[in-house]
């Protein structure tokens, strides 16, 4: 799976950015089989997750700090996941990354969560939220 992002820029305080990230799955996979996450990073700071969305798009998770704010969102037709952020804040800024990963899934929900787990990652985008 390859995977680019993008829709990342500069952005006021209280403004709102909408992140896209378009897959290239092989012939003999379908995009709906991946679950897919959003994460960002600041320098110096380990990855953060932020939002993650299951492969028919019925379920999702956030993280605290973007929960009400933040809406994932996929269209499986066009290989897309996006990330809706509304009410951005300065502490928003960071690179925002796409992950994706195949089944089989961990019966245990926490590895949505975590970095090492998903097997797949977009080269990032450039979130910067001014004050």
């Known amino acids: 799976v390859q995977l680019v992002e993008s829709g990342g820029g500069l952005v006021q305080a209280g403004g709102s950015l909408r992140l896209s990230c378009t897959a290239s799955?092989?012939?003999?996979?379908?995009?709906?089989?991946?679950?897919m996450g959003w994460f960002r990073q600041t320098p110096g700071k380990e990855r953060e997750f932020v939002a993650h969305?299951?492969?028919?798009?019925?379920?999702?998770v956030y993280g605290d700090s973007v929960k009400g704010r933040f809406t994932i969102s996929r269209d499986n037709a066009r290989n897309t996941v996006s990330l809706q952020m509304d009410s951005l804040k300065p502490e928003d800024t960071a690179l925002y990354y796409c992950?994706?990963?195949?089944?089989?899934?961990?019966?245990?929900?926490?590895?949505?969560?975590?970095?090492?787990?998903?097997?797949?990652w977009g080269q990032g985008t450039q979130v910067t939220v001014s004050s």
């Open positions: 992950a994706a990963e195949g089944p089989p899934f961990k019966s245990d929900n926490l590895w949505v969560l975590l970095v090492n787990e998903y097997s797949y």
């Open positions: 799955v092989a012939s003999t996979r379908t995009f709906s089989n991946y679950a």
């Open positions: 969305i299951s492969g028919s798009g019925g379920g999702t």
